[in-house]
């Protein structure tokens, strides 16, 4: 138990996506914020660790359907690319429409509205720019890395000197639209229509509720797999090969 608890939330999840699950349970951030030690994640939400534990063991014996940690860079990259940039490409403009009805039948009696729409409309402009620039920029030279060491060749020349640059404008991206969504689930009470909610009220709120379900995995994805496997291939391509001893 003792181990566990010293072990980072984020190196949790990492080992068995599955976890995140018992984090989400218990309102324990596992993506942006999740650098400390598990102990201190459950004393900052005053949650039995012991429960918290027996849980995430049960969990960390299964198998998940599929390991990150194996796939190719490459690989992660489509995975991210063609599952998360595409589903928020997608729902983005579904969630909107919904909003701008909510907040114009709504609005008067429920003025928090207003603010999770204007919210919402920022994360969707932050996040097209985001996802861009990782698509034209980050990602094709992580893909060059990859390449690089398996065919042996020099480290990429770049336009952002090393890979740690823009990587860590993606991170500090990253939080901030999570700090955005926390703002949005205190607004709309987790996600709880009121009780003069209609349907579309209903159905807005859950769909806000799955997009930051699917932040978290996607973030979760680059934040602790994807990036500190391409910095850790860049600083490996940036050692100088051993000279040969005549």
Known sequence: ??????????????????????FSQYGIDFCCNGGIPLRDACDSKNVDKQTVVNQIEVLLTSRPK?????????SLIGLIQD????????ITPIIQQYLEKLSRVHGGNHPELHTIRAEFDASATELAAHMMKEELVLFPYITRLEQAAKNGTDLPESQFGSVENPIATMEAEHQQEGDRFRRIAELSSDYTAPKDGCQTYKVAFANLRDFEIDLHKHVHLENNILFPRAIALYQQLQEPAPQCQV
Not at 1 to 22: C, F, G, P, R, W
Not at 83 to 90: G, P
């Open 83 to 90: 599952t998360h940039h595409e589903y928020v490409r997608s």
């Open 1 to 22: 138990m003792e181990h566990l608890l010293d072990t980072k939330v984020s190196k949790i999840v990492a080992q068995n996506y599955k976890t995140a699950q018992v």
């Open 66 to 74: 599929v390991d990150y940690n194996s796939l190719s860079l490459t």
